[in-house]
């Protein structure tokens, strides 16, 4: 048979006529195919504020790292999600401080590790405490096991942690958080020692299904997981830094799930599009004013003080936070133990008090600089600051600062007022851990210097009495306030907004538990 | 054609080798430790001096050069301190997502820019001319990152037509995923593609081999797209070459608007962490694009019309 071809007679208008109807057939409803994200597929959708690249507890670098290692992994006790900090039991049926310096634990016996790597056994757990304080792992997160020293295996399931002195944070920082993770002591020694982008072997509710860097991690249903199973079968994890994009995806109905600036907390209250919800919850970040005590400008504490009276934090709240975070009393949230009901200098500024302050400290004609980070809620609050001062005669520069230059300011000793703002662990223990002597040069920007606060962080590390606790780092906070570097400003806030299908399983500040998301019906 | 061509590859190494370096240089002036970043607030300082040395960051700066250079040229990029990946492997992952988002930013604005000012040049001083003129010089103003929001909140938030976030998966959604990024960073393209077609067009209808054609009664729709068109198109193929340049760097907030993976995002990334090995294994990428892309424009130029050749 012969075909014979003959050209198409499309003039330049059929041609774009035919072009843009092929171009809006396919494109249309390609979209709208997409967007059938709200549907019941069983995935759960969530917003992490980076990318989860490296599958090794040893050498996670914090809660995005641990957002994934915590579903894929198993520790003696988890986080409880709720309003305030508790831990459960997870791979542990049995775990009891026997002493001040002794923990003994039993194991689940229905735990495995994929890739034919066996049962989860106390050696197991040995192996991945014992590796972090090994100086050959090089891990980063050695500290947050305090004075742990080993662990006795007494039994295929059973063992001892080992203190070398009372450490009260292994049960708030440690165990239930990155140096709390078993990782399998076969899969890890036969990777050589490391485990890098993945995982070896896991064995949580949810298995890393894949990793797509810079765009998202999936998680699947771990087929062989013994435990209460959990509720979705997928979880899909992007990495979004920016926070109108989340906020922008979710409205989208891409995201079931994240974390919203503050700056729309106001417009969230009046209502979440899609049926779903606000939730706020308090922040552990705290966020102060320091001032560099050896700097010749500041080394007046008279004049410190008269600057701590002078910066008004509701202002600064106001502008810079939308409203949405509450004063801080110090370095401790509330919730935690050692949290102070008030600080020593009331959040208003009493400008009377700091013109009487500086005029007692007999300086005249201060001018000082303020460093910030680049970031909009900082550059206002360096504004505010510069404005209030500016009241008591005090001229300030502000310098904005690039991330990285920002926090290269430990061994700066020209820095004289500095914006700070560090994160933390639900245990004081870890805020009071930058401000001692030791840190001078390092974390501790404001030089301050007090060996009654050292001393007071190195006891209340191993006390047990959570109320003789607690005093003590109340009046370590009131150490630091009373030196005139410190002037505490806020914890932040934590707002998050979930789907109408989604019931969010957040720990108190606010970060999420995946494995124990639920569904709405 | 041999003799230029050999010589433009001799200047793109050039500028390569030059970028390269300043860049290598820059990252070390800025302030910061990346090893204290890496490592984040709890790292004893034994395992940052470790870190320090198995990074290199303890030899001279000149010294550094030499070893970046001397793993390139065995084609080692280094390794990501974060993951303990390969940086090529980490690079020529992302870099597929930043070509299509170039790519299809590219062919719709210049599709549409090349006929809208050919349209215009063919209708001089008409109505359609202006309203062509402002709509070009509309889509110009437009601020990309501003179109970027805008059509997120119409298309993806209101309308719901297109995705906001990702690069999706499989040729279709990929494709879809493309719509709004690539529609926001080729837009003002569009305009500025249109604005120098017209006035290319214009200078051309004016010569002589154009009025001769007229001359021999050859259609006018035939004159203008065959006669005038192929010579008032070289110019935009010379700014498509440098406008790859201007597109990776708009691609950078077309990623992190749209939470793409791509190249721009990974060197943002990588800056703020002072990931040394990535930024340059990033830079380089980037820069080799920019430069294979001029050259190839000049190329092309140069074998469309041979007074470039000559020219250079």
């Known amino acids: 048979m012969k075909i014979e071809w003959t050209k198409a007679n499309v003039g330049r208008r059929g041609f774009l006529k035919g072009a843009t109807a092929l171009g809006a057939a396919t494109a249309l409803p390609m979209g709208w195919a997409n967007r059938a994200f709200a549907a019941d597929d069983g995935v759960l959708r969530v917003r992490a504020y980076g990318d989860a690249q490296n599958m090794d507890p040893a050498h996670s670098v914090g809660v995005v790292e641990e957002e994934v290692h915590a579903s894929i992994y198993n520790k003696l006790i988890q986080y409880k999600p709720g309003e305030e900090w508790g831990w459960q039991l997870d791979a542990a049926t049995m775990i009891e401080q026997v002493d001040p310096t002794h923990i003994k634990f039993a194991l689940r016996d229905d735990i495995g590790f994929t890739n034919g790597f066996g049962a989860m056994t106390a050696e197991d757990v040995k192996f991945s405490m014992e590796r972090i304080v090994d100086d050959a792992t090089d891990s980063p997160n050695k500290p947050d096991l305090g004075p742990f020293s080993h662990v006795d295996v007494t039994g295929e399931r059973e063992g001892t942690i080992v203190l070398n002195k009372p450490f009260a944070p292994i049960w708030s920082i440690a165990l239930p958080y990155i140096t709390g993770n078993i990782v399998s002591k076969a899969a890890v020694e036969a990777a050589g020692g490391r485990i890098g982008a993945d995982p070896v072997a896991e064995s949580g509710p949810y298995l890393r299904d894949s990793w797509s860097p810079k765009e998202k991690t999936v998680l699947k249903r771990n087929p062989d997981w013994k435990g209460d199973a959990p509720t979705w079968d997928t979880v899909e994890i992007y990495p979004i830094d920016d926070e109108n994009t989340a906020e922008i995806a979710f409205e989208a109905g891409e995201l079931d799930v994240t974390r919203v600036s503050l700056g729309s907390v106001e417009r969230y209250r009046a209502g979440v599009p899609n049926g779903g919800s606000l939730v706020e919850k308090p922040s552990l970040y705290y966020v102060w004013m320091g001032m560099n005590v050896e700097h010749p400008k500041l080394q007046n504490q008279k004049l410190r003080q008269a600057i701590q009276h002078a910066v008004d934090v509701p202002s600064i709240l106001e502008a810079a936070y939308f409203g949405a975070a509450e004063p801080s009393t110090g370095i401790i949230a509330p919730g935690l133990a050692g949290h102070r009901s008030s600080s020593l200098v009331p959040p208003e500024a009493n400008f009377e008090k700091a013109a009487q302050l500086l005029a007692e400290s007999g300086e005249t004609n201060v001018t000082l600089t303020l460093d910030t980070l680049n970031k909009t809620t900082f550059t206002t609050t360096a504004q505010i600051i510069q404005a209030t001062l500016a009241q008591i005669g005090i001229a300030v520069e502000v310098n904005v600062l690039e991330s990285g230059a920002f926090w290269a300011s430990g061994d700066n000793e020209n820095l004289q007022l500095v914006l700070n703002r560090f994160s933390m662990t639900p245990d004081p223990y870890y805020a009071t851990s930058w401000f001692t002597p030791e840190q001078i040069g390092k974390w501790n920007w404001e030089r301050f210097n007090s060996p009654e606060f050292n001393e007071i962080h190195e006891t209340a590390a191993a006390e047990t009495d959570i109320a003789k606790r607690a005093e003590m780092y109340q009046r370590a906070q009131d150490l630091m306030e009373e030196s005139g570097a410190y002037r505490f400003i806020t914890h932040e806030a934590t707002p998050v907004i979930h789907s109408a299908r989604v019931i969010p399983a957040l720990r108190p500040d606010g970060l999420s538990l995946l494995r124990y998301f639920g569904k709405a019906t | ?312």
């Not at chain 2, 988002?101 to 062919?107: D, Q």
């Not at chain 2, 500025?192 to 077609?197: D, G, M, T």
Request: proline share 4%; aromatic share 10%; hydrophobic share 60%.
């Open chain 2, 1 to 312: 054609m041999l003799n230029f061509a050999t010589r433009r590859f001799g200047l793109s190494l050039l500028i390569l080798f030059v970028a390269v370096t300043v860049m290598f240089l820059m990252i070390r002036a800025v302030p910061g430790d990346p090893v204290q970043i890496m490592l984040g607030p709890r790292a004893t300082p034994e395992l940052q001096a470790q870190l320090t040395a198995a990074l290199g960051l303890d030899q001279p700066i000149w010294k550094q050069l030499l070893i970046f250079y001397g793993n390139l040229l065995q084609g080692d990029l280094g390794t990501d301190v974060f993951s303990g990946r390969s940086v090529t492997d980490i690079v020529f992952q992302q870099l597929p997502f930043t070509l299509e988002l170039i790519f299809a930013s590219i062919l719709w604005s210049a599709s549409l820019g090349i006929a809208l000012g050919a349209y215009a040049a063919a209708h001089p001083n008409t109505l359609i001319d202006r309203i062509a003129a402002a709509i070009s010089v509309s889509f110009v103003a437009a601020p990309a990152f501003v179109v970027a929001l805008l059509a997120l909140l119409i298309f993806a938030v209101h309308l719901q037509w297109f995705p906001a976030i990702g690069a999706g998966e499989g040729f279709w959604d990929r494709l879809n995923h493309l719509v709004l990024p690539a529609f926001a960073i080729g837009l003002s393209w569009v305009g500025y593609i249109a604005r120098l077609v017209r006035a290319s067009m214009l200078e051309v209808m004016g010569e002589s081999h154009v009025r001769t054609a007229r001359a021999f009664g050859i259609a006018e729709r035939r004159v203008v797209m065959v006669y005038a068109l192929r010579i008032a198109i070289l110019p935009v193929v010379t700014v498509i070459g440098v406008g790859m340049g201007f597109l990776l760097s708009s691609a950078v907030f077309a990623e992190i608007v749209f939470a793409r993976p791509g190249l721009g995002k990974l060197v943002i990334d990588s800056i703020t962490t002072r990931n040394y090995p990535i930024v340059m294994g990033s830079v380089l990428i980037s820069t080799a694009l920019f430069v294979v892309s001029t050259a190839l424009a000049d190329l092309i130029n140069a074998l469309l019309d041979p007074r470039a050749r000559t020219a250079h």
